[in-house]
C-alpha cells in the first residue's frame, strides 16, 4: 500500500542515557536508559558493562540500581546486537566522592556557660556544611551553614534538656549522611533553703543537716558569697 514502509535490517543504532549523566555522586544508584533508532527492534540483545560499579554488568534493556562505591573516572559501554550485527556505544562516568563531616563529640554545660565555637571538619577537600538544631531553646540558632558558633548555655528549668544538632555535608553537587551530636544543658541547681540558728555564749552548737537533692551535691561554704568549699 501507499503507506507501507520497507524496513531494511541493519546493525542497531543506539546510543544511551542515565538519571544521572557524566556526573553522578557515589552515595546513590544510576538508571541507565538506551535509545535504539533501527527499524526493527525485535530480537535484540542487550549487554551492559559496568566498569567500576556493582553491579558490573546487566543484560536488562534498562538497567538500574546501578552503585559506584568508588569515586574515579570510569566507562559505561552498551553493546546490542541484532540478526545483523553488533553495535557498540562507550561513554564516560565520573563519579565524585561521597561528602563525609567528621563527628564532634557531644557536648555537656551548665546554664550559662559558654559552648565553645566547634570547627567542622571532614573530606573531600571543598567539602561545605549545613545543620540544624533540634531545640533552639538552648541557646543555639534553630540552623545554619558552616562551622558551629560559640553560644551561651540556657536552661532556666529543673532538669537537663538535650539538642540534637544534625550536619549535611555536600560537596561538587553531591550530598553526604547526616552526621549528629548531642548538646545537653544542665539547669543551676536551686538555692537552699536555710535558717539562722542562734546560740548563747558556751552553748554547745548541735550539726548542720542538709539534704541534696536527686543529682545535685552539696558543699558547704564558711562565707556568704565565693571562698571555698
Do not use: M
Not at 119 to 146: E, H, K, Q
Amino acid at each position: 500500500s501507499a503507506n507501507s514502509k520497507i524496513c531494511t535490517p541493519s546493525n542497531p543504532i543506539i546510543d544511551f542515557s542515565a538519571n544521572q549523566t557524566t556526573i553522578t555522586c557515589s552515595t546513590g544508584p544510576i538508571y541507565f536508559t538506551p535509545t535504539i533508532t533501527t527499524c526493527d527492534t525485535n530480537g535484540i540483545s542487550w549487554e551492559w558493562t559496568f566498569t567500576g560499579a556493582n553491579p558490573s554488568a546487566s543484560t536488562s534493556r534498562y538497567p538500574s540500581g546501578i552503585v559506584y562505591s568508588n569515586s574515579g573516572n570510569f566507562s559505561v559501554q552498551l553493546s546490542a546486537t541484532n540478526e545483523c550485527g553488533t553495535t557498540d556505544s562507550v561513554k564516560p562516568i565520573l563519579v565524585r566522592p561521597e561528602p563525609i563531616v567528621n563527628k564532634p563529640s557531644d557536648v555537656q554545660v551548665c546554664h550559662n556557660n559558654t559552648v565553645n565555637a566547634i570547627t567542622l571538619t571532614g573530606t573531600p577537600t571543598g567539602v561545605t556544611y549545613t545543620w540544624t538544631n533540634s531545640l533552639p531553646g538552648i541557646g543555639l540558632a534553630a540552623s545554619g551553614t558552616g562551622n558551629i558558633p560559640s553560644f551561651t548555655a540556657v536552661n532556666t528549668g529543673q532538669t537537663p534538656i538535650t539538642a540534637t544538632i544534625s550536619i549535611i555535608p555536600s560537596a561538587s553537587g553531591c550530598i553526604g549522611k547526616t552526621t549528629t551530636y548531642t548538646i545537653t544543658v544542665y539547669p543551676l541547681p536551686a538555692a537552699p533553703l536555710v535558717q539562722n540558728v542562734t546560740y548563747c555564749q558556751n552553748d554547745i552548737a548541735g550539726g548542720l543537716i542538709a539534704t541534696a537533692l536527686p543529682g545535685n551535691i552539696l558543699f558547704w561554704y564558711t562565707t556568704p558569697t565565693g571562698g571555698t568549699p
